[in-house]
């Protein structure tokens, strides 16, 4: 069994906010709890290029957010938690893409069919103030995707456009280069149809675009404080009955609190709960779950290395998936080497240390087997008996040809124990390895 692979973005330009936590992290979070989920999330920082000019906003944004989503719960060794911008493969990929993609279908993205109505209601020029980067925006989020051969993607309904684009642009790759072979697997847009949006302080949906929003964690307690204190009310007085649904303080409360916690905060409204009153009991819900993850969201933000650390290890996990298929993807569109790679016998002796290993020998019932170990000595993949070395050194060379489908498949009957994903990551490693050029004389 494979697992599916899930993968989102998060382009770094603002802070989060409440609807933000509740709409898409919270989710995704619990999501990649899920075993038999493969999740890849990333700081979509080349696409915050396209709307944002201030580095300094840029920098703070990607801090921020990396802070909030691992102060949420998530779980770094569980996921492919990284930056884009950390991804040299992404943008090399774009490129590829870019070159087998339809202009008129960018012309009808809407995004930039947005952009260009504004500059004709407006008088102007349609392409008035468009950078060429808005305009090819779907390509680099295609390449974010096919990179990582991602089968779902958790997306707002704004973005189901760019993801049908990712799949067109994948088949049409596939179809051109792949001879015969899906370089890509074409993704589906998942929009999580349970998550009801937020309401903000006017009770129109929390968005950075109407002003409405309430801090998950920018501003400490008293910014949240502040901003509940902010939420649109009616004038009544503490004693009269109010009307629960007539403001957003209930539907907030309800993304937080159980169903009687939610009953009894209406029934108390509606017996005259006074709405200062109101807004302190919903502060206090909330700071119940926000609190102790604000605590470990300001030890990240004064702690900038530990931070690094992570998203350079994520960076670092992902390219061991993004390398070697960017490879086959440069040999098949024929940016190939002259002559084949001489690879010196010894050239991987210095780093053999530190990658994952396949080991043969023989058992005392005379058989032959082998394994393959991580590169921490962790046993991956035990094989089962085979009668002579030759056959069991077929069957390794077999195995590293393998990936996906087929590699779940193969292990199935040579070696039901071994967990297929842990062993296609050390098989692209090893891949990786092979691929590198050598620093040595040979
Ligand atoms: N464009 C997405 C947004 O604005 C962010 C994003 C970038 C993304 N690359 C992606 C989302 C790849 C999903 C998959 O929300």
């Not at 009269?240 to 649904?245: A, I, Q, S, T, W």
């Not at 609190?257 to 905060?265: I, L, N, Q, V, Y």
């Not at 298929?325 to 084949?340: C, K, N, S, Y």
């Not at 087997?369 to 590169?375: I, N, P, R």
């Amino acid at each position: 069994m494979s697992r599916i692979r899930v993968l989102t973005g998060i382009t770094t330009t603002g802070t989060p906010h409440l609807g933000n936590y509740v709409g898409a992290i919270r989710p995704a979070v619990a999501a990649s709890l899920d075993p038999n989920v493969d999740a890849f999330f990333f700081l979509a920082d080349y696409h915050a290029l396209i709307k944002c000019d201030e580095p300094a906003r840029i920098q703070r944004s990607r801090m921020q957010i990396a802070a909030t989503w691992l102060a949420a719960g998530l779980d770094p060794d569980r996921v492919h938690f990284y930056r884009q911008s950390d991804i040299p493969e992404i943008p090399e990929l774009t490129w590829l893409l870019t070159c087998v993609t339809a202009k008129g279908m960018m012309n009808r993205a809407h995004a930039y069919k947005a952009s260009t109505d504004a500059n004709e209601v407006a008088g102007e020029d349609p392409d008035a103030g468009i950078t060429l980067g808005l305009f090819s925006y779907p390509v680099l989020m295609a390449a974010d995707i096919l990179m990582f051969n991602a089968h779902k993607v958790p997306v707002g309904r704004d973005q189901v456009q760019h993801i049908e684009m990712a799949r067109d642009i994948g088949a049409r790759f596939n179809h051109l280069f792949g001879a015969g072979r899906a370089f890509f697997t074409l993704p589906e847009a998942v929009i999580e149809q349970s998550v009801a949006t937020l309401p903000g302080l006017d009770g129109r949906k929390m968005s950075k675009s109407y002003d409405n929003t309430i801090p998950l964690f920018d501003g400490g307690h008293r910014g949240l404080k502040d901003a509940v204190a902010r939420v649109v009310t009616d004038s009544r007085l503490p004693g009269e009955p109010k009307d629960p649904e007539s403001n957003a303080l209930a539907l907030i409360l309800d993304a937080f609190a159980s169903t009687d916690e939610a009953a009894s905060f209406r029934a108390e409204l509606r017996a005259g709960l006074g709405w200062g009153e109101a807004k302190q009991r919903l502060v206090e819900r909330l700071e119940r779950d926000i609190a102790p993850m604000r605590e470990r969201y300001e030890a990240f933000m004064a702690a900038p290395q530990q931070l690094e650390d992570v998203l350079q290890a994520g960076a670092a996990r992902a390219r061991r998936i993004a390398a070697p298929l960017l490879g086959e993807l440069r040999e098949a569109v024929g940016l190939r080497r002259f002559v084949a790679a001489a690879v010196p016998a010894d050239a991987t002796v210095a780093s053999r240390a530190a990658l994952p290993m396949f080991k043969q020998y023989r058992e005392n019932d005379g058989q032959f087997y082998f394994k393959l170990v991580d590169a921490a000595g962790d046993l991956l993949l035990q094989s089962k008996g085979f009668a002579s070395p030759k056959e069991a050194g077929q069957a390794v060379a077999a195995l590293k040809l393998l990936r996906g489908a087929e590699l779940a498949s193969k292990l199935v009957t040579l070696a039901p124990d071994a967990d297929p994903q842990h062993v296609a990551d050390a098989l692209c490693e090893l891949s990786a390895a092979a691929e590198r050029p050598s620093g040595g004389t040979g």
